[in-house]
């Protein structure tokens, strides 16, 4: 089993930064990707970003290319989300994901998934 806790989200103001971070913790070594997805009130989940824990490519959302920066520090097995212009189209639940490759992730297929931090973002 892997567990997935996220954190750092609150209420921030338009153009304001965040950064959200994702520790994990038990079987880590089956995971081979790591990404962020999101779920405003009333809509589906949707990807965000993704990457693998080896190195190499990161993947974003069309949505948030330019603003947000996902990153991973190996060493404290924790991923981070750095979100800057913030919009408030940005507000949702965000969670971390884990699955045996990024390409599970990006789909959506990830077997692990962290109870989610709430961000707002006011206008």
């Known amino acids: 089993q892997v567990q997935l806790v996220e954190s750092g989200g609150r209420l921030v103001q338009a153009g304001g930064s965040l950064r959200l971070s994702c520790a994990a913790s038990g079987r880590t070594f089956s995971t081979y990707g790591m990404g962020w997805f999101r779920q405003a009130p009333g809509k589906e989940r949707e990807f965000v970003a993704a990457v693998r824990w080896t190195g190499g490519a990161t993947y974003y959302a069309d949505s948030v290319k330019g603003r947000f920066t996902m990153s991973r520090d190996n060493a404290k097995n924790t991923v981070y989300l750095q979100m800057n212009s913030l919009k408030p189209e940005d507000t949702a639940v965000y969670y971390c994901?884990?699955?045996?490759?990024?390409?599970?992730?990006?789909?959506?297929?990830?077997?692990?998934w962290g109870q989610g931090t709430q961000v707002t973002v006011s206008s």
């Open positions: 994901a884990a699955a045996s490759s990024v390409r599970a992730v990006v789909a959506g297929e990830s077997g692990y």
